[in-house]
Antibody, heavy 122, light 109 residues
Framework: EVQLVESGGGLVQPGGSLKLSCAAS????????MHWVRQASGKGLEWVGR??????????AYAASVKGRFTISRDDSKNTAYLQMNSLKTEDTAVYYC?????????????WGRGTLVTVSS | QSVLTQPPSASGTPGQRVTISCSGG????????VNWYQQLPGTAPKLLIY???QRPSGVPDRFSGSKSGTSASLAINGLQSEDEADYYC??????????FGGGTKLTVL
């Protein structure tokens, strides 16, 4: 089955760190760019960042709101992408979705995980 | 505040045609393609339209998309009760950022 499964969410104090994982199955993970999108409760979608494939030098890009605090990485041997979140703020509280961009020409996400909830609170 | 602007709500009765607008700028919609996502209550978003007007396999042809300049629209013909959901437009921005609209909550009356 083609799917993405996020894990690693939970409760963390402000200033703390958390690392999310996104396990892929059913498709050639190494060929796809992987993105993270988040959604605060009752709010809209916010793009967090992405990592391209090895062919594209694993290039990363981040939203201004997380740049310098979040790091996206991947392990193609494990078919897994990661989101390392440091210096967490209360406004980072959200459901974090892992998504796939499989089309190299056009930018869209054709596969989404179910999401994992991150709560930043003291 | 979202980079792409959508109306917060829309509504229609079964069988009606409903359109949802999405307004952006020259660095996003103006120079890149637009996508639309449908998010049913309590679920992850699902790709509805890509590359301005293309439907993924399995999406009914009641859904259509269009783009002109720095604006885009999603149209739903023959509205059905199961279409009640949140709809988001999205595009890549040349500043190396993905951008979304704030979302439109569609109510089927």
């Amino acid at each position: 089955e083609v799917q993405l499964v996020e894990s690693g969410g939970g409760l963390v104090q402000p200033g703390g760190s958390l690392k999310l994982s996104c396990a892929a199955s059913g498709f050639i993970f190494s060929g796809s760019a992987m993105h993270w999108v988040r959604q605060a409760s009752g709010k809209g979608l916010e793009w967090v960042g992405r990592i391209k494939s090895k062919t594209n030098s694993y290039a990363t890009a981040y939203a201004a709101s997380v740049k310098g605090r979040f790091t996206i990485s991947r392990d193609d041997s494990k078919n897994t992408a990661y989101l390392q979140m440091n210096s967490l703020k209360t406004e980072d509280t959200a459901v974090y979705y892992c998504t796939r961009r499989s089309n190299p020409t056009y930018w869209f996400f054709d596969l989404w995980g179910r999401g994992t909830l991150v709560t930043v609170s003291s | 505040q979202s980079v792409l602007t959508q109306p917060p709500s829309a509504s229609g009765t079964p069988g009606q045609r409903v359109t949802i607008s999405c307004s952006g700028g020259s660095s996003n919609i103006g120079s890149n393609t637009v996508n639309w996502y449908q998010q049913l209550p309590g679920t992850a978003p699902k790709l509805l339209i890509y590359s301005n007007n293309q439907r993924p396999s399995g999406v009914p042809d009641r859904f259509s998309g269009s783009k002109s300049g720095t604006s885009a629209s999603l149209a739903i013909n023959g509205l059905q009760s199961e279409d009640e959901a949140d709809y988001y437009c999205a595009a890549w921005d040349d500043s190396l950022n993905g951008v979304f609209g704030g979302g439109t909550k569609l109510t089927v009356l």
